[in-house]
């Protein structure tokens, strides 16, 4: 029997914006209204089929508070790419999603990345054309995503799998 390779991710970007839902779900295929923070860091995994074979995304789960900016850094190492997820209808949390791409370039100088914009449910999405410009900017990949309708959500996975599998 062979084995499967884990690799793991990383889900970054401010508090609220969604990484937690994402997550869910992703691996559990479900959807919370509320929810409490993350505090300091959560996981979990789900085997991903990829045309080389399966994988296990050990999916590392950020928080997004700036009081656990400290504790963080411990956690990235190790991993093999990182979604920086931003709230498609908050301009602050874009703005923030450069300082997170920073604190993880400093950690892993070699780290590939995925922008998401999430929350494309909601009808005051105005953000997205500045996401696809930040994700250019720093070579990434743009993707768009709801954690309430799960649109986009196992291809972003499925994406990153991918992205992860070649790192």
Wanted: proline share 2%; hydrophobic share 45%.
């Amino acid at each position: 029997m062979q084995s499967i390779p884990v690799l793991k991710v990383v889900v970054a970007g401010d508090g609220n914006v969604g990484k937690t839902s994402l997550i869910r779900r992703f691996c559990e295929e479900k959807f919370e209204h509320s929810r409490l923070a993350t505090i300091g860091v959560d996981f979990q995994t789900k085997i991903v089929p990829l045309p080389a074979g399966e994988v296990k995304l050990s999916i590392w789960d950020m928080a997004g508070q700036k009081r656990f900016k400290d504790v963080r850094a411990g956690f990235y190492r190790g991993s093999r790419a990182t979604v920086l997820v931003y709230d498609l209808t908050i301009a602050e949390s874009l703005i923030n999603l450069y300082r997170w791409y920073l604190e993880i370039k400093r950690i892993l100088p070699d780290q590939r990345f995925i922008v998401v914009g999430n929350k494309s449910d909601l009808s005051e999405v105005t953000y997205e054309w500045a996401g696809v410009r930040l994700a250019r900017t720093i070579d990434a990949a743009y993707l768009r995503t709801s954690a309430l309708t799960g649109e986009g959500v196992d291809h972003l996975f499925h994406i990153l799998a991918l992205v992860a599998s070649h790192s």
